[in-house]
């Protein structure tokens, strides 16, 4: 299984942008996927995840009214739409899938994208 992000870019703070990332290859069936983040000299980090099918999100406080993540259905996308960005949003964005975890540890995810980069300037 491939993934493949895209979407990010440079905004100014305030602004929008609204990643995708699609899965292609050998897929058996329909995956949990999530949103991960990674800032300069930080550690990788959890920001949203849905569940097969889309009938559950769940996002990181820090975003939760900002960030919205959809998708989660058969054709195995995923999106994060993200309005307000803030400075600190500044990360490169990891999408990832899962046939049987959905959750916050990075660990429990199989397939893993390449990243997009976000640059919030202030």
């Known amino acids: 299984v491939q993934l493949q992000a895209s979407g990010g870019g440079l905004v100014q703070a305030g602004g929008s942008l609204r990643l995708s990332c699609a899965a292609s290859?050998?897929?058996?069936?329909?995956?949990?996927m999530a949103w991960f983040r990674q800032a300069p000299g930080k550690e990788r980090e959890f920001v949203a995840c849905?569940?097969?099918?889309?009938?559950?999100?769940y996002h990181r406080d820090s975003v939760k009214g900002r960030f919205t993540i959809s998708g989660g259905n058969a054709k195995n996308t995923v999106y994060l739409q993200m309005n307000g960005l803030k400075p600190e949003d500044t990360a490169v964005y990891y999408c990832?899938?899962?046939?049987?975890?959905?959750?916050?540890?990075?660990?429990?995810?199989?397939?893993w994208g390449q990243g997009t980069q976000v640059t919030v300037s202030s």
């Open positions: 849905i569940g097969r099918g889309g009938a559950t999100t």
């Open positions: 990832a899938a899962d046939l049987v975890y959905s959750g916050s540890d990075s660990d429990q995810y199989d397939y």
């Open positions: 290859g050998r897929t058996f069936g329909t995956y949990n």
